[in-house]
């Protein structure tokens, strides 16, 4: 059989032709639409798993700091203890003095320390930025950092700033004997920066501290702290001081920070201060692993369907 312009014709081997084509584009559907649901999934559970590995590792880092600065605090605890060790006598006042004045070289975060009697009078007040004084009489006992300390044995105050920059707090502790009286120390919390600028998260990343009211009193650029920022403004922050658990998102959120960069946050009470640690991680720097798994599966669908 020939065709109209002369030329044969063969109906069977058009009938191949045109089944060869049908079975090869449904090769290529079957095995596109398998590689393009294997990569889709594979990135879906790779989104998944990076998602709760980084949820993990913030909320793990969050804790981690916020011990850090809890046992900070204790440390200071600690310090303060040997100074209430003494029942109040004429003859140990000497003693007193020499103990105050060694606190406050082994602590320098300690600025000012005052020792109250069984009565809750002033007896004592070594100070880096005052004259010492001795038997002023001054009277707290209806002040907070003495029924309280007396009642609980410690107390710990608001955060204050000295002079509208430095950020300080009271932390008050009575002896194990009533005789013992209260002693009172005014303790800078700038050197608080020490440790915080001692986190790592990650290569950008950071930590920083929240006191109760919501004012920033430790963070690695201390100037944002010296101006006593308030980051109350923060929809996040306000949300971890309510402790409201359908906002916070399993403890991590993507939020927009003080300077404006998108950022994984979470964060950890530091317990008991009612102040609240937080870790961010810039949000390019926290995916760049699950960008880098999804180029490599693009890759390997776009080969695998080419190879189809």
Do not use: C
């Amino acid at each position: 059989m020939t065709s109209p312009q002369g030329m044969s014709w063969n109906p069977l081997a058009y009938v191949r032709s045109r089944l060869f084509r049908k079975y090869v584009l449904l090769f290529v559907a079957v095995v596109s639409i398998a590689l393009i649901t294997n990569g889709l999934f594979e990135i879906l559970f790779s989104y998944q798993e990076h998602k709760e590995t980084q949820t993990r590792i913030q909320r793990e880092q969050a804790e981690a700091a916020a011990a850090k600065i809890g046992q900070y605090i204790k440390e200071i605890e600690g310090q303060i203890g040997w100074t209430t060790q003494l029942p109040w006598t004429a003859s140990a006042i000497d003693q007193r003095r020499f103990d105050a004045l060694r606190l406050l070289r082994q602590v320098p975060a300690i600025t000012e320390l005052s020792q109250l009697d069984s009565a809750g009078k002033e007896q004592l007040r070594v100070s880096r930025l005052a004259m010492d004084a001795v038997g002023t009489g001054a009277e707290f006992a209806n002040d907070p950092k003495f029924t309280e300390a007396v009642a609980n044995k410690i107390y710990y105050g608001s955060v204050y700033f000295r002079r509208e920059s430095e950020p300080y707090m009271t932390i008050a502790m009575a002896g194990t004997r009533r005789d013992a009286g209260v002693s009172v120390a005014e303790v800078n919390l700038k050197f608080i920066w020490d440790v915080v600028s001692q986190i790592k998260v990650g290569q950008q990343g950071r930590a920083y501290v929240v006191d109760a009211q919501g004012r920033l009193i430790a963070h690695p650029d201390i100037s944002l702290v010296l101006r006593n920022t308030d980051l109350t403004r923060l929809p996040y922050v306000q949300a971890a001081r309510a402790a409201v658990p359908d906002q916070m998102r399993e403890g991590v959120q993507i939020v927009r920070d003080i300077q404006g960069r998108e950022v994984l946050t979470a964060h950890a009470p530091i317990a008991p201060l009612g102040w609240l640690m937080f870790v961010e991680l810039p949000l390019d720097e926290a995916y760049a692993p699950l960008y880098d798994s999804i180029k490599r599966s693009s890759f390997l669908l776009a080969g695998g369907l080419a190879l189809a």
